[in-house]
């Protein structure tokens, strides 16, 4: 699986970013799709992850209520549509697939795609 990750920017808090992530390569509906993010200094983290199916989505404490991933299967297509957003969002974004979604939630998924910078200022 090839992702290819996008729409990160410079943005003011409060703001609303969409990041978009491209799969190709394999069956996309058998793989949960999630994001991470990992800021500078500091390890990768979990943000959130969208079952196989498109069904139940699960979210970091940090992120619940602001952020939302969706999946588009027909154009292999996953969303983080990040609202409210914070300085401390502030992170490179990564797109991760994987056919276990709890390799997503820990953070080591079988697929990651590169980074997309999000910059949130005060």
């Known amino acids: 699986v090839q992702l290819q990750a996008s729409g990160g920017g410079l943005v003011q808090a409060g703001d609303s970013l969409r990041l978009s992530c491209a799969a190709s390569?394999?069956?996309?509906?058998?793989?949960?799709m999630g994001w991470s993010r990992q800021a500078p200094g500091k390890e990768r983290e979990f943000v959130g992850v969208?079952?196989?199916?498109?069904?139940?989505?699960y979210y970091a404490d940090s992120v619940k209520g602001r952020f939302t991933i969706s999946r588009d299967n027909a154009k292999n297509m996953v969303y983080l549509q990040m609202d409210s957003l914070k300085p401390e969002d502030t992170a490179v974004y990564y797109c991760a697939a994987d056919q276990v979604l709890h390799n997503i939630v820990e953070v080591s998924p079988a697929y990651w795609g590169q980074g997309t910078q999000v910059t949130v200022s005060s």
């Open positions: 390569g394999r069956t996309f509906s058998e793989y949960s």
């Open positions: 969208i079952k196989r199916r498109g069904g139940s989505t």
